[in-house]
């Protein structure tokens, strides 16, 4: 069974630019999770969407927005890019409510 | 606010040698989570700790789960330097998918 894919792997940007991230869940997983990794703060939640509705967010400015397809697919989305938006943004997948998470490779932005 | 708190954040290790890590969080959760990241790479489940007592071994690595301490340990059995990477604990809070990260040891084994 395929893993988790998120496209593209590395991203460069400019300020205020905008950017979107793309992640494809295990064939059959229905929960999709976004975290933002960063050697200052760790790993934070983002959100989370399942069956196409976010259910849980993380305290991330309005800038951070994701959205569900109806085939799970999950795209992010942050507008007006800060150079403190540089850093490694995970997916991940889980089939159900509260199983294990399963993570993407990762894109890895930088923000110049 | 919860936090996950590990310690410690860095630990050199002997081959051959045993240690513990220790993940501390603080409110109510029944699920708890250990993950492994090896340097550029993404996250790696290795355990999850279901319920009070819950103890779960793979290899030379063993996690156990106290609830009314909100303590987890990872125990790491005679190390060997394939197991150099980083360890984070994880647990969800509110009944959700909100996973909350402890802040991560990373783990050197040298011969």
């Known amino acids: 069974k395929a893993g988790v894919t998120q496209t593209p792997r590395y991203l460069i940007k400019t300020r205020g630019q905008q950017v979107t991230l793309s992640c494809s869940p295990i064939?059959?997983?229905?929960?999709v999770s976004w975290y933002q990794q960063t050697p200052g703060q760790g790993l934070q939640f983002l959100f989370e969407?399942?069956?196409?509705?976010?259910?849980n967010k993380g305290n991330f400015p309005g800038r951070f927005s994701g959205r569900q397809f109806s085939n799970s697919r999950s795209e992010m989305n942050v507008s007006t890019l800060e150079l403190g938006d540089s850093a490694l943004y995970l997916c991940?997948?889980?089939?159900?409510?509260?199983?294990?998470?399963?993570f993407g490779p990762g894109t890895r932005l930088l923000v110049l | 606010e919860l936090k996950v708190e590990q310690n410690p954040l860095f630990l050199s290790m002997q081959e051959g040698k045993n240690y513990t890590i220790y993940c501390n969080y603080s409110?109510?959760?029944?699920?708890l989570y250990w993950y492994r990241q090896d340097p550029g790479k993404s996250l790696e489940s290795l355990f999850v700790?279901?319920?009070?007592?819950a103890v779960k071994q793979e290899g030379r690595l063993m996690a156990s789960l106290d609830t009314k301490a909100r303590l987890s340990t990872l125990h790491i059995t005679a190390a060997v330097h394939d197991l150099s990477a980083t360890y984070f604990c994880?647990?969800?809070?509110?009944?959700?998918?909100?996973?909350?990260f402890g802040t991560g040891t990373r783990l050197q084994v040298f011969p």
């Open positions: 991940a997948s889980s089939p159900d409510t509260r199983v294990t998470q399963y």
């Open positions: 064939s059959g997983h229905r929960s």
């Open positions: 969407y399942f069956s196409e509705t976010q259910r």
């Open positions: 409110t109510t959760s029944d699920r």
């Open positions: 700790l279901l319920s009070n007592g």
């Open positions: 994880a647990v969800d809070i509110d009944n959700t998918d909100k996973l909350i």
